[in-house]
């Protein structure tokens, strides 16, 4: 059963704008977004915490993504705007049990895994 579905990915020409969306069926404290880029490790790009009021983000994105939640929704988004062709990755979406943990950008601290959606950005 998969419990976080990602949807959104897309290729896109650089300078555009995409919103990714993951949709839950588990509610965690802290959700977040992360990337891997073909060779390279998966990086956290953003994260949300319980309220959606509190959020981290990667410091290649600051500025550019924003990370919101609908607890009721159980859903997830990145607002992915003024996209770089280093932004080239599969993106995942991911849940955490503790509410902010140390280093939350971290996947070692998330347990619940999206399969990813894909984003091509070309210049």
């Known amino acids: 059963v998969r419990r976080l579905v990602e949807s959104g990915g897309a290729s896109v020409q650089a300078g555009g704008s995409l919103r990714l969306s993951c949709v839950a069926s588990?509610?965690?404290?802290?959700m977040g977004w992360f990337r891997q880029a073909l060779g390279k490790e998966r990086e956290g790009v953003a994260v949300?915490?319980?309220?959606?009021?509190?959020?981290d983000y990667g410091d290649s994105v600051k500025g550019r993504f924003t990370v919101s939640r609908d607890n009721a929704k159980n859903t997830l988004w990145l607002q992915m705007n003024s996209l770089k062709s280093e932004d080239t990755a599969m993106y995942y979406c991911?849940?955490?049990?503790?509410?902010?943990?140390?280093?939350?950008?971290?996947?070692?601290?998330?347990?619940?895994w999206g399969q990813g959606t894909q984003v091509t950005v070309s210049s």
């Open positions: 991911a849940a955490a049990l503790a509410y902010a943990p140390d280093h939350p950008l971290s996947s070692l601290n998330y347990i619940y």
């Open positions: 588990v509610n965690t404290p802290t």
């Open positions: 949300v915490y319980a309220g959606g009021g509190r959020t």
